[in-house]
């Protein structure tokens, strides 16, 4: 099911403008708008699941099953020297969109934006 007011659903309904890097018929990869490092990406399912908590074993399986070819993409294009995959689930842990997403984050250096 697919939520009216979701961003990242209206993303996957192609509603909203994303810049999509990858896409089957259960995962939408999308550039994340605030670009922590180059290359930025966020992975979902296209089906809405508010996070962690409510993503069902398929959902999971599914996301991370493109992980590998997604990340060998952006590893390529960007010439990252390594990768962040993470997820935040809660607003303590950072999660500020309801939508399920794996936060794919190519790294250059030490001193390239992130951690
Ligand atoms: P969270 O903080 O929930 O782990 O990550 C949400 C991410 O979604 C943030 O990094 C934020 O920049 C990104 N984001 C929020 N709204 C949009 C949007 O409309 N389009 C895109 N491409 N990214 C978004
Ligand atoms: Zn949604």
Redesign the pocket.
């Known amino acids: 099911m ?2 009216e007011s ?1 961003i ?2 209206k993303i996957a309904r192609k509603e909203v403008p994303g810049h999509i890097v990858f896409e089957n018929e259960q995962v939408l990869a999308f550039l994340d708008l605030s670009q922590v490092t180059k290359g930025h990406t966020l992975v979902i399912p296209k089906q ?1 699941a508010d996070n962690l908590y409510d993503l069902s074993p398929e959902q999971a399986q599914d996301v991370f099953a493109t992980i590998p070819q997604i990340s060998r993409a952006l590893q390529q294009e960007t010439e990252a020297a390594g990768m962040n995959l993470l997820s935040n689930t809660g607003k303590v842990a950072g999660q500020s969109v309801s ?1 399920f997403h794996l936060h794919l984050i190519p790294r250059h250096d030490k001193q390239d934006g992130f951690g």
């Open positions: 697919q939520k979701c990242f659903c809405h939508h």
